[in-house]
């Protein structure tokens, strides 16, 4: 569909140059342009670092024509000082994951719409765990390592598989949703674990909705996907993981934090259980870090998110947010005030 452009619609971009050059490629830039009028100055922008929207004079005059902030990476924290010198702002479409660091509560007490682009991050990280549950439930990382280094193929038949096995997801985000319904076309069977999930939601995803005891005692494969907030700090913790079975492989795609460093590499240590680590703490690793030598764990560098140009997508999705506010429809990517408490 074609639309028209509407120059009463003003748009800041709210990024660092890093994040617009991969974010706004030409074509979603040519889909900007024609709805919108950009304004040439923005936090970030040019030659300049980001920096807070009051620091730069001209960002700064430019706030009180603003309607949208199209943000991004690098994006300052709009607090209730930029709110004020931006009276016009009607929505902040946010082309990447979490809205929680930049925008204040006091945006929703002005009824201003905010969007996230978190669905088209978790895409790709949802991606990366479905492969990564495949290639544990053949225990494929341990034995590459050991294929390295004894040289011979050993006794595939002693080998674990994937049919039948039982996968675990801590947490009901909108990652493990996706590898919900991904891990469909899999004979597997999904259990999950989330305070706020019911167990008719449960069903309707073709998984089976458990405590986080039972989660952890029952399955194979354990993936992670649990929000970072102060409650669930520490939650993966010594006695979690002991309930493990042996041989059982633990996946983190969310945050570090989430499990107890120490008590992960005490298991892994003792060669009880594998580890995929996309995330850790700290983050990155120390070089001397135990768990890079270990032949059961496999630990990549925080790239199963949005990279390369998988980045692209979240620029669509924050431009489609924007034709729909052109067009008077409601966003499809809306977070509500309720939610933001609960976003990582």
Known sequence: M??????ALTVMLAMNDGTRAHVLVPS???????????LPVGPGQGDRPAQGFLDDPAVRAALPDVDVLLTGWGCPRIGPEVLEAAPKLQAILHAAGSVKAIVDPAAFDRGIQVSSAATA???????????AIVMAGKRAFRLAAQYRVERRKGDAHGMPGNYGTTV???????????VA???????LHVLISDPYLTAAEAAALGVELVDNDT???????????APLLPETVGLVDGRLLGLLKDGASLINTARGKIIDSEA?????????????LDVTDPEPLPPDSPLLDLPNVFVTPHVAGAVGNEIARLGELAVGELERLTT???????????ELGRLA
Request: aromatic letters at 4%; proline letters at 5%; a positive charge.
């Open 168 to 178: 675990g997801l801590l947490g009901a985000s909108r990652i493990a949703k996706m």
């Open 2 to 7: 074609s639309l028209e452009p509407n120059p």
């Open 121 to 131: 991050n978790a895409q790709p990280v949802a991606e990366f765990t479905v492969a």
């Open 328 to 338: 008077g429809q409601s966003l499809q990517h809306a977070i509500s005030p309720a």
């Open 181 to 187: 319904e991904r891990l469909r076309a899999f004979d």
């Open 264 to 276: 992960l590499l005490r298991e892994c240590a003792s060669g009880r259980i594998d580890a995929i």
């Open 28 to 38: 979603v830039r040519q889909r900007l342009d024609a709805v919108a009028t950009v």
């Open 215 to 225: 989660l952890f005692r029952r399955s194979d494969i354990l993936s992670v996907h």
